[in-house]
């Protein structure tokens, strides 16, 4: 299944990552320990960096490993951050950040959502999940906000090399197509 390449929301247009976006990408946020802090890489030293990253997006957008969209401001067309999905077990795992300019105004909120909702409008696609780390407040809530429930503390998930060295518990957070129908036996 290939998304959309480009979708559009009140505020922003959302795009397929591509080669060009390197400069500024690199400028913008991913050299910025504030951005990172919470992801899954550390900081880009040099634009040579962010190259190679947005490479790796293409080829896995080819081979439909993941797909990577970058945002824009609609207004002005400014990078302002980036949104991912990767499809896998009849569910997509979704990432995102914003550039810390952006923060705090409801963008990745509406991003998230418009990417959620049309991946859960496909056939065999039955869950949209997403994890972060359990100190990242702003990411929880912007899942909360988008219509996603949490569903459980991971425990020792995911590496988050900024924030230590082995991997760390992750908080778990699912939208479904509809509510599970098997009994539960727990007590
Ligand atoms: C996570 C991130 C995308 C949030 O985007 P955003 O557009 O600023 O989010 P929103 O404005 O929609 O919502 C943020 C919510 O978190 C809340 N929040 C922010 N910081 C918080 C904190 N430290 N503690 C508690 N709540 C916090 C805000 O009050 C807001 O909730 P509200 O609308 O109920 O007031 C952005 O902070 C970011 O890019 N961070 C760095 C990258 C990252 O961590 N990505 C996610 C990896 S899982």
């Known amino acids: 299944m290939i998304p959309p390449e480009r979708f559009t929301t009140g505020r922003l247009i959302i795009r397929r ?6 400069g ?5 946020w991913a050299q910025d ?20 990253y947005l490479a790796f997006c293409t080829r896995q957008w080819e081979a439909r490993r993941e797909f990577v969209w970058m945002l824009q401001a609609a207004e002005s067309d400014t990078l302002i951050g980036s949104i991912s999905a990767r499809p896998g077990d009849h569910g ?59 569903e459980g503390r991971l425990r020792r998930w995911e590496e988050y090399p900024n924030a230590g060295a082995e991997p760390m518990d992750s908080l778990s957070f699912s939208r479904t197509v509809r509510e599970p129908s098997a009994p539960d036996n727990r007590p």
């Open 92 to 150: 997509i795992n979704l990432g995102y950040l914003l550039t810390r300019d952006a923060w705090g105004g409801g963008l990745m909120t509406e991003a998230a959502t418009a990417v959620t909702e049309w991946w859960l409008a496909q056939e065999g696609v039955f869950r949209v999940w997403a994890t972060c780390h359990p100190g990242n407040a702003a990411s929880a809530r912007v899942l909360e906000k988008s219509g996603f429930q949490f």
């Open 24 to 28: 500024a990408m690199f400028e913008r």
């Open 17 to 22: 990552a591509q080669p060009s976006d390197a």
């Open 33 to 52: 320990p504030d951005v990172t802090r919470y992801l899954s890489w550390t900081p880009h030293r040099r634009v040579e960096d962010t190259e190679a």
